[in-house]
């Protein structure tokens, strides 16, 4: 169904697309998103709900095929934090402040991911208990432990709050005299399919968990620890197993 925010979105986008490359308004990878909100008028905000009237917007430079994240959502467990909790046991020392322990890694439920040359980690979609699984093994396969999760309830509840539908927006990037400029030149529109699919897909390995848990290397705030979030994520080309595209 094509809405009348849809139209208004892509009306916006079109106005935005004849202004060619656009100053970044904010610099480092959030900058090509953060500029497109500002051009549409968008103050910024933490709320998970979506962008622009119900449509969740997302995006990416043109040449890349790095995944998109869908939401963030960190685990659950027996511990209140329990993030910190995997990034204390779990994390591997920064290069350069190697008093921090980072804990950065792409994980599925297909294969096993190596974390810090020590640990397997791996998702277990369990549909009886209604969670996803953090399953952490060492490199020889013996069992540590499995007491991160994600309840079904939770992971639904942000799906369908935040991408029910789903813009997608390119940008080419450039730099002018040393600043980031962005041309926004194409956007896609899509409609969730089921949260069955979106359960499915984690299952066979299409839609990932990534942590990103970092330092800060340039500033202020160089050494301490930053969290950019826990975020499920998928590639472009497996875009329309989760989502119906809409064309107009």
Not at 77 to 83: A, P, R, S, T
Not at 99 to 116: D, E, I, M, P, R
């Amino acid at each position: 169904m094509i809405t009348e925010e849809l139209k208004n979105l892509k009306k916006e986008f079109e106005r935005i697309k004849k202004m060619g490359y656009v100053k970044a308004t904010r610099s480092g990878y959030t900058g090509i998103g953060k500029t497109f909100e500002d051009l549409l008028g968008k103050k910024e905000d933490t709320l998970e709900l979506p962008d622009y009237h119900g449509i969740e917007i997302k995006t990416r430079r043109g040449y890349t095929r790095s995944y998109t994240t869908l939401f963030g959502a960190t685990p659950q467990g027996k511990k209140e934090f329990e993030i910190k909790r995997l990034r204390s046991m779990y994390g591997y020392p920064d290069n350069v402040y190697k008093n921090q322990k980072l804990l950065h890694a792409s994980v599925q439920a297909n294969c096993s991911t190596l974390v810090g040359n020590k640990y397997l980690f791996k998702l277990v979609v369990d549909y009886e208990e209604e969670k996803i699984f953090l399953l952490i093994t060492d490199k020889n396969m013996n069992f540590i432990e499995k007491k991160a999760y994600w309840t079904f309830k939770i992971l639904e509840e942000k799906l369908n709050r935040k991408l029910q539908y789903l813009a997608l927006v390119k940008a080419w990037p450039n730099t002018i005299n040393g600043e980031d400029y962005y041309k926004y030149y194409d956007i896609d529109f899509y409609k969730l399919k089921s949260f069955n699919e979106f359960i499915k897909l984690i299952d066979e390995g299409v839609i990932r968990v990534t942590f990103k848990i970092g330092v800060f290397k340039k500033g202020e705030r160089a050494g301490e620890l930053h969290d950019r979030g826990t975020g499920f994520e998928i590639q472009e080309i497996d875009m329309l197993r989760l989502f119906d595209k809409i064309g107009f």
